[in-house]
């Protein structure tokens, strides 16, 4: 069995989670279960629901060092063959005991402290592996590490793998996603202005609200004044919500890769510091509109977004290339190979179910 360490609740949302269950999922279509291990009780329902075994920590996700004797305790009991780990909490000490006792993955996004782990997985576009060399003292810390960089390991699930997507014109439908907590109320900020603006109010607004949102009651009484805006919960099949799309409005993170994989045109924005550097390289590379930085600019990055959406809609040459750039980086099969990688590494033959 291949353990995965990762927490979702109402500060950091979703995303570290749902990568991971992309990974878990992947890895039980390879015949291996997957047993998460979390902070807090707030990711229960849906580790449950989608019929995972999980054990609870009861430690502050913040500190994870405080976690370490229960969780050593733990390995050192039921002797897992990997444990994957996903938090931007961890500390290089932290790591190192845990690769003492256990084979270890970490999948990481800021490539800012030394990773001491069997495998480091960081699959954004600007993943570089001097990044990581750079960090150790000497040739003798990265001995044994195997990096595994890029868009061709996006954790994404199943229902991404590449079909058919069609560029319509006239653009009618904008999708919404602002991240699983949504913390400045973003999503309602831009829908109370695009309703009423002249060039946006007739189009559809398809907001996804994620299960830690807390500005639910804000967004229902905003689609309840205006026909034109649509509410989507515990969503079951993403990509098919995105490929009746034309467009989508996103916060940086997980979500700008299944997009891509979808073929869906992006207007992507960051709102918090890590969001900023892959939001700036999909728009250097020409991926996607750049639609502002929250953190830098406050209320008046709207003043830039929804310029930005009118003039995606009304160039329906430039959609088709940001959808057809998309496709090219990610092919929706990254949660294979990274569950292949694993298994692999932990000594676990990948037997595909019939």
């Not at 291996?32 to 849906?46: N, Q, S, V």
């Not at 996006?154 to 991240?179: D, M, N, W």
Request: hydrophobic share 40%; with cysteine.
């Amino acid at each position: 069995m291949i353990w995965i360490r990762a927490d979702a609740n109402r500060e950091i949302g979703m995303g570290h989670l749902m990568r991971c269950l992309s990974v878990a999922d992947a890895l039980r279509s390879l015949n291996t279960e997957a047993l998460f291990i979390t902070a807090d009780e707030e990711a229960a329902g849906l580790l449950a629901g989608r019929g995972y075994e999980y054990r609870i920590l009861h430690t502050p996700y913040r500190e994870p060092e405080t976690e370490l004797p229960s969780l050593l305790s733990m390995l050192a009991e039921d002797k897992p063959s990997l444990l994957l780990i996903d938090s931007y909490f961890v500390t290089e000490s932290y790591l190192r005991q845990l690769r003492s006792v256990v084979k270890t993955a970490y999948m990481d996004d800021c490539a800012n402290l030394p990773c001491p782990a069997d495998i480091v997985i960081n699959y954004n576009i600007y993943a570089d592996k001097t990044d990581y060399r750079d960090m150790f003292s000497s040739d003798e810390d990265t001995r044994g590490i195997k990096l595994l960089l890029g868009p061709s390991y996006a954790p994404l699930r199943p229902e991404f793998a590449q079909t058919a997507y069609e560029i319509r014109q006239p653009v009618r439908h904008i999708l919404v996603t602002t991240g699983g907590s949504d913390q400045y109320d973003l999503a309602c900020q831009f829908l109370e202005r695009a309703v009423t603006d002249s060039g946006l109010d007739a189009l559809h607004y398809h907001v996804v609200s994620g299960a830690f949102n807390p500005h639910l009651a804000h967004l229902t009484d905003i689609a309840n004044r205006h026909h034109n805006v649509h509410i989507h919960q515990n969503v079951q099949d993403m990509a098919s919500l995105m490929r009746s799309c034309d467009i989508a409005v996103t916060a940086g993170g997980s979500t700008m890769y299944e997009l891509c994989a979808a073929g869906v045109p992006i207007i992507s924005f960051s709102f918090v510091e890590n969001q900023t550097r892959l939001v700036q390289c999909f728009f250097n590379k020409k991926i996607t509109a750049f639609g502002g930085d929250y953190q830098k600019d406050g209320n008046s990055m709207f003043d830039d977004l929804l310029p930005a959406l009118k003039n995606l809609a009304a160039d329906v040459e430039r959609r088709r290339e940001l959808s057809r750039k998309g496709r090219r980086l990610v092919d929706g099969q990254g949660a294979t190979r990274l569950a292949s990688m694993l298994l692999a590494h932990a000594s676990i033959p990948p037997i595909q179910k019939p």
